[in-house]
């Protein structure tokens, strides 16, 4: 099964995409499950697992949180297989409300210097609080970005997913994580025993580019 693990619908502030167009592009790009991942958001859960059912493709409820340690800022982690949304912000209290809904912890574009890089990773790695490292996120302008990221994961033996970090319907499945699974349970196990094969490839500037238009409100899905 294939799966992106790194959509946002326009829940985030910074997307456009509707539930409705998510699901299409998924199953045109023949992914098996996809994550909804909206900046700090669930709002986009119930109508996507409506229609995943729907269309037989498995959704995988999470969220793209912006973490602090006090007023510090300290990055962004997603949180996977959650029941409910994450209400902390401060980073370790965050990780495990993420934990007690028995989720997992993972870290998005985690050496993007361009983007929100988690700040106390080799902590968080410390205190064995992070459960997959992103390796591959197509949205990363440069490819030692995802390089890095990789050879993180395998120096700590941590597993790898991918995602297109899509904001666009086209972005959906530029990357994606290959795992032997026929339910969410599956997935989630498959993940725990570091048994996933990641693939991607960069997505077009362009994306960033209409990623500014959508952030502030000069596009809309209708116009795209």
Avoid at 162 to 169: L, N
Wanted: hydrophobic share 40%.
């Amino acid at each position: 099964m294939r799966i992106d693990f790194h959509i946002h619908s326009l829940h985030s502030h910074d997307a456009i995409s509707t539930p409705k167009s998510i699901v299409e592009s998924a199953l045109r790009k023949g992914l098996g499950a996809i994550a909804i991942t909206d900046h700090d958001s669930a709002r986009g859960w119930k109508e996507l697992d409506t229609l995943g059912k729907k269309a037989n493709l498995l959704i995988i409820q999470g969220e793209e949180l912006k973490l602090f340690e006090g007023k510090k800022f300290v990055g962004e982690l997603m949180g996977l297989f959650l029941t409910e949304g994450i209400k902390s912000r401060e980073y370790l209290e965050a990780i495990d409300e993420i934990h007690s809904q028995g989720a997992l912890v993972g870290v998005p574009h985690p050496f993007d210097v361009f983007r929100n890089e988690f700040k106390r990773l080799e902590e968080a790695v410390e205190l064995k609080k992070i459960d997959a490292i992103e390796s591959i996120n197509a949205r990363c302008f440069r490819e030692w970005f995802n390089a890095k990221a990789k050879a993180f994961a395998e120096k700590n033996s941590l597993p790898q997913i991918a995602g297109s970090d899509a904001h666009f319907p086209e972005e959906i499945g530029s990357a994606y994580t290959e795992v032997k699974a026929d339910s969410l349970e599956d997935i989630k196990r498959m993940i725990k025993k570091n048994s996933t094969n990641v693939f991607g490839r960069k997505s077009s500037i362009k994306f960033h580019l209409k990623t500014f238009f959508a952030k502030n409100n000069l596009i809309k899905e209708k116009e795209y």
